[in-house]
């Protein structure tokens, strides 16, 4: 029989937390397969068994916090006599001995009156995220450690807590079996508070202008005949051409604070992105001084990442204005909160086939609505205005836009 | 228009280039002057052996490569593990991975060339020759290992051994070990100095600076970048506008050429040549290993930035289970000869970290006593609390 102890993975570690067991009591393992992911202070990791065997016992629950080189499970030898005491996993963790707790772990362990009791590097950040103050809590874990499940318990209770007063039929997901609370991730939380500032601080004007889009769809379709393989979207057409007309309108391309107008040197283009769990806006860079393909390319790339969740904050800030496009769910027109601190962004919708008069006579054409957010404390309707006809000008003579 | 003299002209015209004072190292083909453009010397992805007529490679070769390249395998799992063990702190960047180029690279060496790595280089002193008692005790931080227990991972070295430093600077030690080459130069003899890096390492002004002098100079060094695809979390093809980092050597008109650093022997080939060229000709050389790294940047990296896929297609890349699977179907290593290497290369592992943790920390009183080799005027001998200012 082989304990396994918890790791230190990194410098400043003192305990962790195992977030997942990867392997089941009962299940081979062999050296260097991954056992359990590990949370430390700083990351995710996970953690390899350095022997062959079979995992026989979990002694640390998945969500539930060890000190460093403490037993977190036992492997017995591959092939070898089955423990005498073929103890069932325990569902909870047992409490380990007192002599396991970290010896250099924070004095807060000891906890003096009015101290902050001890808790797990997980239980501390959902604390956080959820304004759960730790000192009013009672740990259920080791030592009486506040561990995750304290946290969970304290935020239902706060939630069933809250009277239903303001809103009389809202049913609390706690009582009602057909509705699922789920818990509101990064992004979701983040881009709440920054589109409430956003509606809350910046009174929004809105400009609608239907575009000929019969130039840009065949200007596309040439372009991807001769880019081929690689293609690029309407999307990237409009993206382009609105860095340039920001260029050409650098007063659009500000943004407002109590004290100046920015103006923005550069003209960096934020690009709305569904990814599966909310929203994202990726940035790129220098988008007037970008070919279309390049913008298409990185564009994707972005995209990609997003979708994986590898964005990194670099990626996303920065942005001067933002494009949303709905048009390929089907979508015609619609409005859109602006991004903070930019001052404007461009909402886009599907390219329609419809009836157009040309030269008095009506023919099929092509459409696409464009509307355009703005923050009239950062810039008025005319300016607005004359910024949205020249980027009609270029959608409508699409040359222009790679000119 | 006026003629521009060539540098080998410019040179005899009475210039200082301090190589000068080297002794002659046998017969060297006059190079072209400027306009006249140089082909690298060899391309892609192998470098065709000219210089050195090599003997075919006997099986207890092959299979001395093999147990080095376990050797360096089992020796960075054990440090890992001592990691999470909290045997070892600071920082620790491991060779995983990279064992073909490691042992081909140090197996073109003799034991009086010099060498001088990035702080990834525990394989390095294991594959030239340093004891895996003294390389593991120095990471354990005890007065028994390599640099007295007071480098830690990243700064082994052991002059004796001619390893003249792991270096934490990334590209710190390119200008040194162009330094070293000048010195050899001066002396005479016809040591050679390698210079290892990662790929990350291209990108840093000191790397170009010392290149170029090498070039200029015709210094002896052999500059071997080992791209493993990454600096950190970063990938060459971002950080590198030239991904294909030996043709940096076209910049200085430096013989360079390209591995595959998972083929021990392909990696041995092009290094011997290289060596071999810095001994003879006293020039330099820009040798680059693809050699992938199978685990996070150290440690403590969980390298979320790989996708599941990469993960599990650097497993098939492992150059240490393809040396074995290649000699094996050569006929050369049966199962059970990899079985007992593996057994006792593992003991020899597991004896380093039990002398390690016997070993003893060293004392507070010798922590200046390697700072320098010199005196050196003004030398701060300040402990962690003493003031800043005596009075
Ligand atoms: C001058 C300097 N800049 C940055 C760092 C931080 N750093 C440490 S390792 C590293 C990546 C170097 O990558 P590479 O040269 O490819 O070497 P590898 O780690 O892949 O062996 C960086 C940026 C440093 N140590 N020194
Ligand atoms: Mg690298």
Known sequence: MTEILMPRLSDTMEEGVVSSWQKRPGDEVRAGDVL?????????????????????????????TAAIGAPIAVIAPAGGVPAPDPAPAPARAPVPEPESEPESAPLAVRRPDGARPPSSPLARRLARDHGVDLAALTGSGPGGRIVRADIEAAIRAEASAVPAAPEPVRTRAQDDPDVEAVPLNRFRKVAARRLTESKRDAPHFYLNREVDAGALAA???????????ARVSVNDLVVKAVATALREHPEVNVSYTEDALLFHGRVHVGVAVAVPDGLVVPVVRDADRKSVSRIGAETRELA?????GRLGAQDMS???????????????????VINPPEAAILAVGAVRDEPVVRDGRVVPGKRMAVTLSVDHRACDGATAAKFLARLAELLENPLLIVA | MAETPTRSAARSAGEAAPARARRSRGPRTPRPGPGLPQPPDTAGAEAPDTAVPAAPDTAGTLVGFYRQML????????????????????????NLGEEATVVGLMAALR????????????????AKGIGADRVMAELYGRSTGVSKGWGGSMHLFDAEARLLGGYGIVGGQVPLAAGAALAVSYKGGDDVVMCQMGDGTTAIGGFHEALNIAALWDLPAVFVVVNNGLGMGTAVERSAAEPELWKRGAAYRMASARVDGTDVVAVRDAARLAVERARSESRPYLLEAVSPRLKGHS???????????????????????RTARRLADAGILSPEDRDRIDAEVTAEVEAAAAFADASPQPDVSTLFDYTYATPVAGEQRRLPADPVFRS
């Open chain 2, 111 to 126: 034991p009086t060339d010099y060498l001088f790595t990035n702080y990834r280089e525990h394989g390095y002193a294991l």
């Open chain 1, 219 to 229: 200007f596309r379709a040439t372009l991807n005949e001769v880019l081929a393989p």
């Open chain 2, 299 to 321: 440690v403590v990296d969980p390298a979320r930035y790989r996708s599941k896929e990469e993960k599990d297609a650097l497993k098939d890349a492992d150059p240490v289970a």
């Open chain 1, 36 to 64: 359990c992911d590990i949370e430390t202070d700083k990351a995710v990791m996970e953690y390899e068994a350095y022997e062959d065997g079979v995992l026989d016992r979990i002694l640390v629950a998945e969500g539930e």
């Open chain 2, 71 to 94: 050797l360096v395998r089992r020796f960075e799992e054990r440090a890992a593990r001592a990691y999470t063990e909290a045997k070892i702190g600071g920082y620790c960047h491991l």
């Open chain 1, 304 to 308: 990609v990442r997003a979708r994986e």
């Open chain 1, 318 to 336: 920065g942005g001067t204005f933002s494009v949303s496009n709905l048009g390929m769910f089907g979508v015609g027109s619609f409005s859109a």
